[in-house]
Each structure stands twice: as C-alpha cells, then as structure tokens.
C-alpha cells in the first residue's frame, strides 16, 4: 500500500502539498480550496487490484478540476469509479450534474473535462479503471458518466458494499485472482448502471440546493470584483469550475443572465457615485472605476437603464446626498 498524508506538513502548506499528491496519485488536476492558508488534513492510501487502482481519499473540503489544459498535459484513457463513503459531492461532466451521498458511488471520464465539489469534509473511496475494463459493458458509455448509481438496495447496494470491502480487512490478492476481482467489479458497476437505466429515473441535472449555492458564490464575488475589467462570464465559470452554459442555466432560474446581472450591479455603483455631490470626478472616470471600457456603450446602456444621460443623471440627483450611504436604489429620471 502506498500513502500520503499532510499530517507532517506545517499548516499554512497542507494545502499546496496536497495539490501535487492528487496529480501524483491521480491524474493531472486542478484542486481548489476556499479555505487559503489554513489547515488541510488530508490523506490517500492507494492499493492495486489486476489492472485497478483502489484509493481511500480522506480530505477536507475542497473543488477538483480536470479542464482541457490537464488533459493536454497528462492524456489519460482512464475511468474513475468514486463511492461517496462520507459527506457529500456534486459531479459535473458535461452537461450532467449529480449529488453524490454516501452508499452511491458516480464515475467520470478522465479524457473529457470534470469536477467534483466537496462541501464538506469527505471520504472517498476512488477507482481508477482502464477504459477497455468497464465501458464495453455498458450499452451506452456515455450514460455512465457523472449519474449517482448504487444506494441503498438491490444491485447497486452489493456493489457498494463490494467496493467499500476491498480496503477493509487485509491485502488485496494479486496475479489471477486479482485479475478476476477487477472483472468482477467492473461487472457489478456495468450491472448497477443497468439498473438505474431500467427503472429509475436520472437526477435533474440542475439541484436545486446547488443552483441556490452556486449563484450567492458567484454574486458575492461579482460584488467583490465589479471594478475589474477583467471580470466577465468565462473568467467566472472558470473560478467556479463550471461552464459558461451551466452558469447561464443557473441565472436562468433567477430571470436573468450572468452578463445581465454583472451589468446591472455596475450600472448601479456609476449611479450611486454620480448622486453623491461630493463625487466630482468626470463620468468617464466613474465609468472607468466600475469596469466599463467602452464609454460611449456606458452612455447608450445608463441611458437605457435610468431614462438619461449620465450627466443628466448627476445634475438631477446630485443634490439628493449619496446613495451608497443612504441605502436607497438608484432611481430612474424623471
């Protein structure tokens, strides 16, 4: 068996040390935390099984990301089978999105993009498969990826219990009989997908409780970032590990789009300024500090927005006190 551990690395670098044990042990990726600089308790204890490696993944929780700049790097024909043991994650690969809870398990294609979202601390019990193992049987590959297969009952219970038995109590075989242990797996997988294709329906693709999530993220750190220029959708999906089109399906349900509501909140902050007396500085200026570049854009959009120029705006409001102090929404001329 081998492991890793941060257990003796000092706090403030758990976290970089564990980048490089995942793409160490895995594959190349692209792991995020939120949590900078704190501490990161984190271990992997990998064995092999025929053509199979079997990990036990203990962390806390983070994002990982396979994009195409990984795959580039590291091309890889491999499946990774994951067993949610502990906590909860999401699976995103294409335009299919999961939640993973303990008992099930999900599988992802490492030659295509993926992340996996752990919200909390989290126990994993990972497989890596050589694709020739496990897809030819399946009738359809690509209904395989990123679905919860397994539960609490039937064939998809045996299965999980059956994974979660091979790093528990001893070594694994090797030679034929461990050769045979990997067929018999990929069987018990093929046969979970089958079950869940014949009668149950797949999740929605879009959870709500991660929609809710995913959308407060994002507008906090829109709030957070509106004097950037560099601040668009693309820039946004990429830091959040999803893609451009799964960000505009998650502002859909929200009656806008990701671009609509950066604009709006830009468009709010130039108002606010523009009503405050003490604020002389020109309207290009103010445009400029909230991120927008195009100034004679600025004009045709705040006037679209508010019903006049934005230096109509400021000698109309400008004696009104400033906005930002008083709270109030920027109103509309007159």
């Known amino acids: 068996m081998k492991s890793w551990s941060t257990e003796a690395v000092a706090a403030p670098e758990q976290f970089a040390y564990w980048r490089e044990v995942v793409c160490e042990a895995f594959a190349a990726l692209d792991p995020r935390s939120a949590e900078r600089g704190a501490g990161f308790a984190s271990r992997v204890d990998m064995e092999g099984i025929g053509a199979i490696n079997v990990a036990r993944i203990r962390a806390e ?29 999401i699976v995103r690969q294409g335009h299919r999105e999961t939640r993973v809870t303990p008992g099930a398990f999900s599988i992802v294609d490492t030659a295509r993009p993926y992340t996996l979202h752990f919200e909390q601390r989290f126990e994993v019990l990972s497989l890596r498969v050589p694709r020739e193992l496990l897809l030819p049987r399946v009738s359809e590959p690509r209904a395989l990826f990123a679905r919860a297969l397994g539960g609490p009952a039937g064939i998809g ?4 219990g059956f994974m979660q038995s091979l790093m528990e109590g001893g070594g694994l075989p090797a030679g034929p009989a461990a050769e045979r242990l990997a067929v018999l797996l ?43 220029p560099e601040l668009d959708v693309p820039s946004i999906a990429r830091r959040f590990g999803v893609s451009v089109r799964y960000l505009h ?78 709270g109030a929404r920027p109103t509309r001329c007159e």
Not at 61 to 78: E, K, L, M, N
Not at 193 to 217: F, I, K, T, W, Y
Not at 249 to 273: K, N, V, Y
Request: hydrophobic share 40%.
């Open 157 to 160: 219970r045996a299965t999980s």
């Open 249 to 326: 399906l998650a502002f859909a349900h929200e009656g806008s789009t990701p671009a609509a509501w950066i604009r709006a909140q830009r468009m709010a902050r130039c108002a606010q300024d523009l009503a405050n007396p003490a604020d002389r500085r020109p309207v290009s200026a103010i445009a400029l500090r909230w991120g927008f570049q195009d100034i004679p854009h600025f004009t045709r959009a705040f006037g679209a927005a508010f019903g006049c120029t934005p230096s109509a705006y400021r000698q109309r409001h400008g004696g009104n006190g400033r906005g930002d102090e008083s």
């Open 61 to 89: 929780a983070h994002t990982v990301v396979r994009d195409f700049s990984q795959i580039r790097r590291d091309p890889q024909d491999r499946l990774f089978v994951n067993l949610q043991v502990a906590g909860q994650g």
């Open 186 to 228: 990929c069987e018990l997988v093929a046969e979970s997908a089958r079950a869940v294709d014949a009668g149950v329906e797949p999740s929605p693709p879009m959870r709500d409780a991660h929609r809710q999530l995913l959308v407060r993220r994002v507008k906090a750190h829109v709030l957070e970032a509106l004097d950037s």
